[in-house]
C-alpha cells in the first residue's frame, strides 16, 4: 500500500465524519487534525480522500436509487 493510500485511510478511519466531497474543506480539514509538513503531501492525501469520498457517495446514491425504484414497483 502507497503511502499516501495508508495515510488518507488511516485518518478516515479516525476521522472520517469530518471529511466531505469538497476539496478545499479536507484541506483545512487536514490542517486542524495532522501535522503535514509538506504543501504537496498534504493536497495528494486530501486529493485521495476527496475521490474516495465521492467514490462512496456514488455508491451510497446507487443503492438508495435502487432501493426506491423497488419501493415504486412493489406498489
Do not use: H
Not at 6 to 33: A, C, H, P, W
Not at 37 to 50: D, F, M, P, Q, W
Amino acid at each position: 500500500m502507497n503511502r499516501i493510500k495508508r495515510i488518507s485511510m488511516q485518518l478516515l478511519e479516525r476521522y472520517g465524519d469530518m471529511f466531505s466531497i469538497d476539496f478545499d474543506k479536507n484541506k483545512e480539514v487536514l490542517t486542524k487534525i495532522a501535522v503535514i509538513r509538506s504543501k504537496g503531501l498534504r493536497n495528494e492525501v486530501a486529493g485521495y480522500i476527496t475521490g474516495y469520498m465521492r467514490s462512496g457517495m456514488n455508491g451510497k446514491q446507487e443503492v438508495q436509487e435502487e432501493i426506491e425504484g423497488t419501493d415504486e414497483e412493489s406498489e
